[in-house]
Nanobody
Framework: QVQLVESGGGLVQAGGSLRLSCTAS????????MGWFRQAPGKEREFVGA????????VYGDSVKGRFTISRDNAKNTVYLQMNSLKSEDTAVYYC??????????????????WGQGTQVTVSS
């Protein structure tokens, strides 16, 4: 079956950096656009960013633009989220998701077909 497994979360000080990874199995990775979302306690799940199957096109949420970078390695079935200049408001559980429309990069979480279990990121101020 399809599995998406996130890793790399943890505790970091404000201004620091983290890199999250999401490794997929049970699917043809290059046939999917990949997205990252996050959810803080008591809040809706928020779009962070997404990447085209080719890694040539990305889109980001306004709150992370200029600080976060998404990339992917199709040979490793892995998508990455590089997070720099972290702020306390970035604290959340981060989820990766797969959209079986590889050439469409969408912010809409309802369009994603598969989700990981999430990894906690905590930014201390």
């Amino acid at each position: 079956q399809v599995q998406l497994v996130e890793s790399g979360g943890g505790l970091v000080q404000a201004g620091g950096s983290l890199r999250l990874s999401c490794t997929a199995s049970g699917l043809t990775f290059s046939s999917y656009a990949m997205g990252w979302f996050r959810q803080a306690p008591g809040k809706e799940r928020e779009f962070v960013g997404a990447v085209h199957w080719s890694d040539e096109f990305t889109v980001y949420g306004d709150s992370v633009k200029g600080r976060f970078t998404i990339s992917r390695d199709n040979a490793k079935n892995t998508v990455y989220l590089q997070m720099n200049s972290l702020k306390s408001e970035d604290t959340a559980v981060y989820y990766c998701a797969a959209d079986f429309r590889p050439a469409i990069v969408t912010r809409s979480r309802v369009r994603y077909d598969y989700w990981g279990q999430g990894t906690q990121v905590t930014v201390s101020s």
